[in-house]
C-alpha cells in the first residue's frame, strides 16, 4: 500500500477552534509526468500501464523510422488509434497490436488516389492537440478532433478498459484494425471472429523483431453494434498469399456525451487465455480500475521519499521511477499458463508468474541493481523467468521479446544479472543450475538451442566471437564486427562467472573464468592509449581514429573508442596499470571529458547521445564510468561530472532524456544517482557515493527497515561532499556495501561549494 501520513488539520472559525486528526494517502504519481521522454530520442510512450502489466494500451502516432519505437511521438499531431503492446524506451521497434479507433462518420480504410498520403498516418487518423491531452500513471486521455469523440484509457494487470464520449451522431462507431502494427511487420495470419453484438475475438501471427510473435485479443463493448469484417489476402510473386486486410468496422447511434466502453484482454497462448484475462475488469466501473492503477502505482513510487522544495526535480525523480517499473512485462495469463521459448505451451510455478521484455545489454547495469534494493523479491522473478527460458529454449536469452530470442546486442548479460543477485544474498534459485546456465552462454559450439531456428538467430546467440576469446583471448577484428565491445563485455561476464563458480564451490571453474575475465588486456593498445580492434595474426587494425564510429559495422557497439575503452568496471586497478599507473589513467580519464566531441564515420551511431566531451550519457556503455574518480581517489571530480548529469541530461520535459530509455536503465541511472550512490560492478555488492541531488531520501526497505540519505548543507552550489557519517561513525572512503544498505541506517553527508579531500588518496 502506499505510504500514509498523518496530517494535523486546525480549524479556526469565530465562535468555535479546534485541531482534528485525520489519515490520508501521499499520492506520488502527481509527480509522474509520462510525457517525459516521447520526444528527442527517448521512445517512451504514454499510455495507461499498470507495473510490469501485461497489457500497454497507448496512443500511436506513427509507424516508420527510428523514433517509431514505442508507436507514439510528442512532436506528431495525428492519432492512428490506440494498440495494446508497446517497448518503453528501445532503440529497436515491434508490436503495436489490435489497434482501436472510435469514429463518427464515413469510416475511411483505404487512402485516396488522389492525396499525396503521409505513410506514418492511416487513413482514419485523427488531428489532436497536447492542450487536450493527459497522462499520468494508469491512465490516458485526449479529444479526438476529427471525431469529436473524448479517448480515455486505463488498465489491469492484463486487460485494458477504454471509456469514448461521442457526441450524437446516427453513424459513430469503431475501427479495430489487426493487420495494423508498428514498422508493419510481417502477418503471418490475421483472423477476426464476432462473437455477438457486443463481443469480438481474433488472433494475430506476425514476424518482426520477435521472429513468431503470437497474439490472441477478446474485446467487449458496453453497447451493441453492428459490424463489418474487411479482410483480403496479397498475392506474392512466387503465387503464395499473405494476409492483407483484416479490420472489424463497427456502427451504432449514440447520444450527445453519450460514453461507449470497451475491455479488451490478450494472450500470446490462445482465445481461451485471453477470455479469462478479461475476467480482471468486472463491470463497467472505470474509475474503480483507474484508481486501482493509481493505487498499484502507489505502492511502487511510495519506497522511496525524497525531501525537496523543487517540484520539477520531483516530477523528473518520480517519472525515473516510473520508467524502471514498466518492463520486464508480466507475460503468463491469470491461468498461470504461458508460450515458452521452445514454442510449447506451459504452466508457470505457483506464485512465479513469467515476464518477458528482457533488454539486458542495458538493463544489467543499474535496473536490476536498483530492483534489488527496493523490490528483491520481483528481481528475483525475473531471475526466475531468465532461468526457466534457459532451460526452454537451450541457452540465456540476450534480448528476448515475447517468447522469443531476438539475438539483439552483444555479452551474455543475463549473467551479471543473476550473479549480482546471488552475491547480494538471493537465494531463490538454485545457484548450480544458474552456473549451468551462464557457462552454456559463455561457450561456443555447433549446438543450436532449442527453440531457434535459422542462421540469424543462431549465429547471434552462439558467435564464433566465443571461441576466439576462449582460445586466442581476444576476438579477432577481421572475423566479427564489434569485436572490441564483445571482447570486452565477454571479459567482465565471464568474471562475473567466476564469482559464481565461487560461490558453489567450483575451484576449476572459477579459475578459468577469472583468468577469462582479464583478457580485456588484449586490447590495449599502449601506443594510443585506446582499446583497438585487433586482427587474427595479431595486428592492429589501420587506420584507427578514435573519434569514428560506424554502427554495428566497426570495432565498437553503438560507441566509438573513447568510450569503450574503459568497460572494464570489474578491474579498474588492472586497468591503471595497464595505462601505465593511476596518475596516468586519472589524465586519460580527465581527458575523456574534456576532449572535443566530435564523432566522425560513414554512419555515426545515432546511440552516442549525450555528450560531456567524449563521455556519452545517452548511452549505456559510459554509465558506470564517472565513478573510477572514487576508485581513483579523486572523488570530487566524480561529484561535480554526476552533478551536471543530472541537471543537463534529465529534465520535465518530452525532451528529457538524452537517450533512448532502454526499458528502465536510463532512468534507473537516474534514481540511483539522485539519491546519492551508484553501483558501478554489478557482481561487486558495493555502492559508490555520488552527489546527492535532495537534501534527504529514504528508501523503504523490507522487513519495515528504512535507510535515509541525508544531505547537510544541500544546495545547487554545493555539490562537494566534506564529510560522511554511516550509522554515526565517520566514513573516510566513499564506498558503502549492500548489507549495510539493507539493514537500515543513515548516511549523513555534509555538502560544501568547494571540492574537498574527503575520499581522496
Given at each position: 500500500?502506499?505510504?500514509?501520513?498523518?496530517?494535523?488539520?486546525?480549524?479556526?472559525?469565530?465562535?468555535?477552534?479546534?485541531?482534528?486528526?485525520?489519515?490520508?494517502?501521499?499520492?506520488?504519481?502527481?509527480?509522474?509526468?509520462?510525457?517525459?521522454?516521447?520526444?528527442?530520442?527517448?521512445?517512451?510512450?504514454?499510455?495507461?500501464?499498470?507495473?510490469?502489466?501485461?497489457?500497454?494500451?497507448?496512443?500511436?502516432?506513427?509507424?516508420?523510422?527510428?523514433?517509431?519505437?514505442?508507436?507514439?511521438?510528442?512532436?506528431?499531431?495525428?492519432?492512428?488509434?490506440?494498440?495494446?503492446?508497446?517497448?518503453?524506451?528501445?532503440?529497436?521497434?515491434?508490436?503495436?497490436?489490435?489497434?482501436?479507433?472510435?469514429?463518427?462518420?464515413?469510416?475511411?480504410?483505404?487512402?485516396?488516389?488522389?492525396?499525396?498520403?503521409?505513410?506514418?498516418?492511416?487513413?482514419?487518423?485523427?488531428?489532436?492537440?497536447?492542450?487536450?491531452?493527459?497522462?499520468?500513471?494508469?491512465?490516458?486521455?485526449?479529444?479526438?478532433?476529427?471525431?469529436?469523440?473524448?479517448?480515455?484509457?486505463?488498465?489491469?494487470?492484463?486487460?485494458?478498459?477504454?471509456?469514448?464520449?461521442?457526441?450524437?451522431?446516427?453513424?459513430?462507431?469503431?475501427?479495430?484494425?489487426?493487420?495494423?502494427?508498428?514498422?508493419?511487420?510481417?502477418?503471418?495470419?490475421?483472423?477476426?471472429?464476432?462473437?455477438?453484438?457486443?463481443?469480438?475475438?481474433?488472433?494475430?501471427?506476425?514476424?518482426?523483431?520477435?521472429?513468431?510473435?503470437?497474439?490472441?485479443?477478446?474485446?467487449?463493448?458496453?453497447?451493441?453494434?453492428?459490424?463489418?469484417?474487411?479482410?483480403?489476402?496479397?498475392?506474392?510473386?512466387?503465387?503464395?498469399?499473405?494476409?492483407?486486410?483484416?479490420?472489424?468496422?463497427?456502427?451504432?447511434?449514440?447520444?450527445?456525451?453519450?460514453?461507449?466502453?470497451?475491455?479488451?484482454?490478450?494472450?500470446?497462448?490462445?482465445?481461451?487465455?485471453?477470455?479469462?484475462?478479461?475476467?480482471?475488469?468486472?463491470?463497467?466501473?472505470?474509475?474503480?480500475?483507474?484508481?486501482?492503477?493509481?493505487?498499484?502505482?502507489?505502492?511502487?513510487?511510495?519506497?522511496?521519499?525524497?525531501?525537496?522544495?523543487?517540484?520539477?526535480?520531483?516530477?523528473?525523480?518520480?517519472?525515473?521511477?516510473?520508467?524502471?517499473?514498466?518492463?520486464?512485462?508480466?507475460?503468463?495469463?491469470?491461468?498461470?499458463?504461458?508460450?515458452?521459448?521452445?514454442?510449447?505451451?506451459?504452466?508457470?510455478?505457483?506464485?512465479?508468474?513469467?515476464?518477458?521484455?528482457?533488454?539486458?545489454?542495458?538493463?544489467?547495469?543499474?535496473?536490476?541493481?536498483?530492483?534489488?534494493?527496493?523490490?528483491?523479491?520481483?528481481?528475483?522473478?525475473?531471475?526466475?523467468?531468465?532461468?526457466?527460458?534457459?532451460?526452454?529454449?537451450?541457452?540465456?536469452?540476450?534480448?528476448?521479446?515475447?517468447?522469443?530470442?531476438?539475438?539483439?546486442?552483444?555479452?551474455?548479460?543475463?549473467?551479471?544479472?543473476?550473479?549480482?543477485?546471488?552475491?547480494?544474498?538471493?537465494?531463490?534459485?538454485?545457484?548450480?543450475?544458474?552456473?549451468?546456465?551462464?557457462?552454456?552462454?559463455?561457450?561456443?559450439?555447433?549446438?543450436?538451442?532449442?527453440?531457434?531456428?535459422?542462421?540469424?538467430?543462431?549465429?547471434?546467440?552462439?558467435?564464433?566471437?566465443?571461441?576466439?576469446?576462449?582460445?586466442?583471448?581476444?576476438?579477432?577484428?577481421?572475423?566479427?564486427?564489434?569485436?572490441?565491445?564483445?571482447?570486452?563485455?565477454?571479459?567482465?561476464?565471464?568474471?562475473?562467472?567466476?564469482?559464481?563458480?565461487?560461490?558453489?564451490?567450483?575451484?576449476?571453474?572459477?579459475?578459468?573464468?577469472?583468468?577469462?575475465?582479464?583478457?580485456?588486456?588484449?586490447?590495449?593498445?599502449?601506443?594510443?592509449?585506446?582499446?583497438?580492434?585487433?586482427?587474427?595474426?595479431?595486428?592492429?587494425?589501420?587506420?584507427?581514429?578514435?573519434?569514428?564510429?560506424?554502427?554495428?559495422?566497426?570495432?565498437?557497439?553503438?560507441?566509438?573508442?573513447?568510450?569503450?575503452?574503459?568497460?572494464?568496471?570489474?578491474?579498474?586497478?588492472?586497468?591503471?596499470?595497464?595505462?601505465?599507473?593511476?596518475?596516468?589513467?586519472?589524465?586519460?580519464?580527465?581527458?575523456?571529458?574534456?576532449?572535443?566531441?566530435?564523432?566522425?564515420?560513414?554512419?555515426?551511431?545515432?546511440?552516442?547521445?549525450?555528450?560531456?566531451?567524449?563521455?556519452?550519457?545517452?548511452?549505456?556503455?559510459?554509465?558506470?564510468?564517472?565513478?573510477?574518480?572514487?576508485?581513483?581517489?579523486?572523488?570530487?571530480?566524480?561529484?561535480?561530472?554526476?552533478?551536471?548529469?543530472?541537471?543537463?541530461?534529465?529534465?520535465?520535459?518530452?525532451?528529457?532524456?538524452?537517450?533512448?530509455?532502454?526499458?528502465?536503465?536510463?532512468?534507473?541511472?537516474?534514481?540511483?544517482?539522485?539519491?546519492?550512490?551508484?553501483?558501478?560492478?554489478?557482481?561487486?555488492?558495493?555502492?559508490?557515493?555520488?552527489?546527492?541531488?535532495?537534501?534527504?531520501?529514504?528508501?523503504?526497505l523490507s522487513g519495515d527497515k528504512d535507510f535515509r540519505i541525508v544531505a547537510t548543507n544541500n544546495s545547487p552550489e554545493n555539490k562537494y561532499i566534506q564529510s560522511a557519517t554511516l550509522n554515526g561513525k565517520p566514513l573516510e572512503k566513499p564506498f558503502f556495501s549492500h548489507d549495510e544498505l539493507m539493514e537500515g541506517g543513515t548516511l549523513e553527508l555534509v555538502m560544501g561549494s568547494e571540492p574537498s579531500q574527503w575520499g581522496a588518496f
Amino acid at each position: 500500500m502506499a505510504q500514509k501520513q498523518t496530517i494535523h488539520l486546525c480549524v479556526l472559525a469565530a465562535l468555535l477552534a479546534g485541531c482534528t486528526t485525520a489519515s490520508v494517502e501521499k499520492d506520488y504519481t502527481q509527480y509522474v509526468n509520462p510525457f517525459i521522454g516521447t520526444g528527442g530520442h527517448g521512445h517512451t510512450y504514454p499510455g495507461a500501464v499498470m507495473p510490469n502489466g501485461m497489457i500497454h494500451p497507448s496512443p500511436d502516432t506513427r509507424i516508420y523510422e527510428w523514433d517509431a519505437c514505442s508507436g507514439y511521438y510528442y512532436a506528431d499531431s495525428t492519432i492512428n488509434g490506440f494498440s495494446h503492446t508497446h517497448l518503453s524506451g528501445t532503440g529497436c521497434a515491434d508490436l503495436g497490436d489490435v489497434l482501436l479507433m472510435p469514429t463518427v462518420g464515413v469510416q475511411q480504410i483505404t487512402t485516396e488516389e488522389t492525396a499525396q498520403p503521409n505513410k506514418d498516418i492511416l487513413p482514419f487518423a485523427s488531428a489532436f492537440s497536447h492542450e487536450k491531452e493527459t497522462a499520468s500513471p494508469g491512465y490516458y486521455s485526449v479529444f479526438l478532433d476529427r471525431y469529436g469523440v473524448q479517448a480515455e484509457l486505463t488498465a489491469t494487470n492484463r486487460a485494458a478498459l477504454h471509456r469514448y464520449t461521442f457526441p450524437e451522431s446516427d453513424d459513430a462507431g469503431f475501427i479495430l484494425d489487426l493487420d495494423y502494427s508498428i514498422q508493419a511487420q510481417r502477418n503471418r495470419h490475421l483472423s477476426i471472429e464476432v462473437v455477438n453484438d457486443s463481443t469480438l475475438c481474433g488472433y494475430k501471427n506476425t514476424n518482426g523483431w520477435a521472429w513468431r510473435h503470437d497474439v490472441y485479443f477478446y474485446a467487449v463493448f458496453s453497447k451493441p453494434f453492428t459490424c463489418t469484417v474487411v479482410q483480403d489476402s496479397v498475392l506474392q510473386k512466387d503465387g503464395t498469399r499473405t494476409p492483407g486486410q483484416c479490420k472489424a468496422l463497427l456502427k451504432f447511434k449514440t447520444q450527445k456525451d453519450e460514453q461507449v466502453l470497451v475491455k479488451v484482454a490478450l494472450s500470446a497462448v490462445d482465445m481461451e487465455g485471453a477470455e479469462k484475462n478479461l475476467a480482471e475488469i468486472s463491470g463497467w466501473d472505470f474509475e474503480g480500475t483507474r484508481a486501482k492503477a493509481r493505487d498499484a502505482w502507489n505502492s511502487y513510487l511510495s519506497k522511496v521519499d525524497i525531501q525537496t522544495e523543487d517540484e520539477e526535480k520531483k516530477r523528473v525523480f518520480y517519472t525515473a521511477m516510473y520508467h524502471t517499473a514498466i518492463s520486464p512485462a508480466l507475460f503468463t495469463d491469470v491461468d498461470g499458463r504461458y508460450r515458452s521459448l521452445d514454442r510449447e505451451i506451459r504452466t508457470a510455478q505457483e506464485g512465479k508468474p513469467m515476464y518477458t521484455i528482457f533488454s539486458l545489454w542495458d538493463t544489467f547495469r543499474a535496473l536490476h541493481p536498483l530492483l534489488t534494493i527496493l523490490e528483491p523479491e520481483q528481481n528475483s522473478l525475473y531471475i526466475n523467468s531468465l532461468l526457466n527460458q534457459y532451460q526452454e529454449g537451450g541457452i540465456l536469452p540476450m534480448w528476448e521479446l515475447a517468447g522469443n530470442y531476438t539475438g539483439t546486442m552483444i555479452g551474455y548479460n543475463a549473467v551479471p544479472v543473476i550473479v549480482d543477485a546471488y552475491m547480494k544474498g538471493d537465494r531463490s534459485f538454485d545457484a548450480n543450475l544458474a552456473l549451468k546456465a551462464c557457462l552454456r552462454s559463455a561457450e561456443y559450439d555447433t549446438i543450436s538451442p532449442i527453440a531457434t531456428t535459422g542462421y540469424l538467430i543462431h549465429n547471434a546467440l552462439m558467435p564464433i566471437s566465443k571461441y576466439y576469446k576462449n582460445t586466442l583471448g581476444y576476438v579477432p577484428c577481421d572475423e566479427e564486427w564489434e569485436s572490441v565491445a564483445k571482447g570486452l563485455e565477454y571479459a567482465y561476464d565471464d568474471w562475473c562467472i567466476s564469482l559464481l563458480a565461487e560461490a558453489v564451490g567450483d575451484t576449476a571453474t572459477q579459475r578459468i573464468y577469472a583468468r577469462r575475465g582479464q583478457n580485456y588486456r588484449n586490447y590495449y593498445d599502449a601506443g594510443t592509449g585506446f582499446m583497438r580492434g585487433k586482427d587474427l595474426k595479431g595486428n592492429w587494425r589501420t587506420p584507427f581514429n578514435p573519434y569514428s564510429s560506424n554502427h554495428r559495422s566497426d570495432d565498437y557497439c553503438e560507441g566509438n573508442a573513447w568510450q569503450w575503452t574503459w568497460f572494464v568496471p570489474h578491474d579498474i586497478e588492472g586497468l591503471a596499470e595497464l595505462m601505465g599507473g593511476r596518475e596516468t589513467m586519472l589524465a586519460r580519464l580527465d581527458t575523456l571529458f574534456t576532449a572535443d566531441s566530435k564523432l566522425e564515420g560513414e554512419l555515426v551511431s545515432a546511440d552516442i547521445s549525450g555528450l560531456i566531451g567524449q563521455y556519452a550519457h545517452g548511452n549505456e556503455p559510459s554509465h558506470h564510468i564517472i565513478y573510477m574518480y572514487n576508485t581513483l581517489g579523486q572523488p570530487w571530480k566524480a561529484q561535480k561530472l554526476i552533478d551536471e548529469v543530472l541537471h543537463s541530461q534529465y529534465f520535465d520535459a518530452p525532451n528529457g532524456l538524452s537517450g533512448n530509455e532502454d526499458c528502465g536503465q536510463m532512468s534507473a541511472w537516474y534514481v540511483l544517482n539522485a539519491m546519492g550512490f551508484y553501483q558501478p560492478c554489478p557482481g561487486k555488492p558495493v555502492y559508490s557515493i555520488g552527489r546527492p541531488l535532495f537534501n534527504a531520501v529514504t528508501i523503504h526497505l523490507s522487513g519495515d527497515k528504512d535507510f535515509r540519505i541525508v544531505a547537510t548543507n544541500n544546495s545547487p552550489e554545493n555539490k562537494y561532499i566534506q564529510s560522511a557519517t554511516l550509522n554515526g561513525k565517520p566514513l573516510e572512503k566513499p564506498f558503502f556495501s549492500h548489507d549495510e544498505l539493507m539493514e537500515g541506517g543513515t548516511l549523513e553527508l555534509v555538502m560544501g561549494s568547494e571540492p574537498s579531500q574527503w575520499g581522496a588518496f
